[in-house]
Every structure is written in structure tokens, then in C-alpha cells.
């Protein structure tokens, strides 16, 4: 199935998604920054626009956001993730993400497809990596059974899901499943963009830190087929 054939998931009531929004639109709405906005929106290639809130204002206003506020059902996170991606600006979408990493460990396997759908909304790489490396990875972690879901992420036409299953496992050093890694890497190796070949090279330099041995190893049995972008990514950390 292909990325743009899956439906968008539906939308839960949630009284606690409802004060969350309307504190935040309000909050971050006031102290939007026409002047920082532009040049915001520019550095991310115009993925998405931005209300001009720098990372040290716009974490401050979500404490402000959050404060003396229950913690989220799994559905309470769905409404919040949906909702917010509904919002133009980027900073809403950085909301959500900063508030599902804080509380992705309520969610069950079946908040996956969520994730998915806002990777591939509007992606970029300041909202998927954040996604793969801290929603994907523990939901995946605490699920072996959603390795299947990574195996179809790795093969899709969607680079952002390409790249997700890629950078799932990032932080799992030991833990992760080196056959599955090395597999995803050999599967798009020749792929053309540089996000994915990025990708690759970050996580093999990455597992590296764990096993460099393997690392080399695999570098050196597929340089061919691996991009000089991989391969130097790759071994930076294998020398």
C-alpha cells in the first residue's frame, strides 16, 4: 500500500486536547514575531510557516501552556497530535511533538498510524527525525510485533518513511537489531535523495558507537552500492 492511499486517522473528543489548544493558540498567537518568522520559514526551505517564536521563548510558553494539566490518555494525544498538524504554522507542530516525546509512553502499538500520518503531513526533517528517533522508536520498542510496520516504512515510496524506519532504532544501541538495520541500509542504498542517504549514513554511525566492527564490516562488503555521503557518515564513528 502506498503512502497517499492510507486515510488520515479520525480525530477523538478530548476535553483535555480543547484547553491544551485554546491556551496554546492564544499563548503562542500573542507573541508571534512577524520579523523573525520569515527568515524562520526560509532556513527550513518553506516546509511550513512559522510564527517566529525562537526555541527558548516557544519552550517557556509551553511550560505556561502545560502547566497544572493532567496527563494524557492516548487518546487525549491523538486529538493534541492531529489537531496541532491542522495548524499551519510550524511552531504548533513542534508543540506537539516536544508534548508526545514527554508522553509516548501511554500510547499503545495502535498510535502508530498517527505518527505516521503526521510524518508524511507537511515533513521535514526538524519534525521526522524527532518523530522516528522518539515516538517510533519506543512504540516499536515496546512493540516488537510493529518491526513488520518498519519493514514496510523501509520499502515505501514516501523518503520520510524511508528515512523513519531508517533512524527508528537510534537510540537503542545493544538493543538493536543490527540484521534488520544492515538490511534497511542495503535496501536503499542506491536510493537518489539525500535524506535518505543521510539517513543512512547517520545510522550506521550511530550503531557504530556500539559495534564498529560490524559497522566496517558492512561498509566494506557494500561500498559499492552505498553512497560516498553513507559510507563517510558511516565510519565516522568506526574508524
Same mark, same amino acid.
Given at each position: 500500500?502506498?503512502?497517499?492511499?492510507?486515510?488520515?486517522?479520525?480525530?477523538?473528543?478530548?476535553?483535555?486536547?480543547?484547553?491544551?489548544?485554546?491556551?496554546?493558540?492564544?499563548?503562542?498567537?500573542?507573541?508571534?514575531?512577524?520579523?523573525?518568522?520569515?527568515?524562520?520559514?526560509?532556513?527550513?526551505? $518553506?516546509?511550513?510557516?512559522?510564527?517566529?517564536?525562537?526555541?527558548?521563548?516557544?519552550?517557556?510558553?509551553?511550560?505556561?501552556?502545560?502547566?497544572?494539566?493532567?496527563?494524557?490518555?492516548?487518546?487525549?494525544?491523538?486529538?493534541?497530535?492531529?489537531?496541532?498538524?491542522?495548524?499551519?504554522?510550524?511552531?504548533?507542530?513542534?508543540?506537539?511533538? $516536544?508534548?508526545?516525546?514527554?508522553?509516548?509512553?501511554?500510547?499503545?502499538?495502535?498510535?502508530?498510524?498517527?505518527?505516521?500520518?503526521?510524518?508524511?503531513?507537511?515533513?521535514?526533517?526538524?519534525?521526522?527525525?524527532?518523530?522516528?528517533?522518539?515516538?517510533?522508536?519506543?512504540?516499536?520498542?515496546?512493540?516488537?510485533?510493529?518491526?513488520?510496520?518498519?519493514?514496510?516504512?523501509?520499502?515505501?515510496?514516501?523518503?520520510?518513511?524511508?528515512?523513519?524506519?531508517?533512524?527508528?532504532?537510534?537510540?537503542?544501541?545493544?538493543?538493536?537489531?543490527?540484521?534488520?538495520?544492515?538490511?534497511?541500509?542495503?535496501?536503499?542504498?542506491?536510493?537518489?535523495?539525500?535524506?535518505?542517504?543521510?539517513?543512512?549514513?547517520?545510522?550506521?554511525?550511530?550503531?557504530?558507537?556500539?559495534?564498529?566492527?560490524?559497522?566496517?564490516?558492512?561498509?566494506?562488503?557494500?561500498? $559499492?552500492?552505498?553512497?560516498?555521503?553513507?559510507?563517510?557518515?558511516?565510519?565516522?564513528?568506526?574508524?
Amino acid at each position: 500500500m502506498r503512502s497517499n492511499d492510507v486515510r488520515p486517522p479520525e480525530i477523538p473528543p478530548s476535553a483535555l486536547a480543547d484547553t491544551l489548544l485554546d491556551r496554546l493558540t492564544s499563548t503562542y498567537g500573542a507573541a508571534a514575531d512577524p520579523r523573525q518568522a520569515r527568515p524562520m520559514a526560509a532556513y527550513m526551505k $518553506d516546509a511550513a510557516p512559522f510564527l517566529g517564536l525562537r526555541t527558548p521563548l516557544r519552550r517557556e510558553l509551553s511550560q505556561a501552556v502545560t502547566g497544572r494539566t493532567p496527563k494524557p490518555a492516548e487518546a487525549d494525544l491523538t486529538a493534541l497530535v492531529l489537531r496541532c498538524w491542522e495548524l499551519p504554522e510550524r511552531e504548533y507542530h513542534y508543540f506537539a511533538v $516536544d508534548y508526545l516525546r514527554r508522553h509516548v509512553t501511554v500510547c499503545s502499538s495502535g498510535f502508530l498510524p498517527v505518527v505516521r500520518h503526521v510524518i508524511v503531513t507537511v515533513p521535514w526533517w526538524d519534525t521526522v527525525d524527532l518523530l522516528a528517533v522518539h515516538a517510533v522508536g519506543p512504540l516499536v520498542a515496546a512493540d516488537p510485533g510493529l518491526t513488520a510496520v518498519m519493514d514496510e516504512w523501509s520499502r515505501d515510496e514516501d523518503l520520510w518513511l524511508v528515512r523513519s524506519a531508517l533512524l527508528h532504532q537510534l537510540r537503542y544501541k545493544s538493543a538493536t537489531d543490527s540484521e534488520r538495520l544492515f538490511a534497511y541500509c542495503r535496501r536503499q542504498s542506491g536510493h537518489p535523495d539525500f535524506f535518505v542517504r543521510k539517513a543512512i549514513g547517520w545510522a550506521l554511525r550511530e550503531y557504530a558507537k556500539t559495534d564498529a566492527e560490524a559497522v566496517r564490516a558492512f561498509v566494506a562488503a557494500h561500498r $559499492d552500492a552505498l553512497s560516498p555521503l553513507s559510507v563517510r557518515e558511516a565510519l565516522k564513528n568506526a574508524r
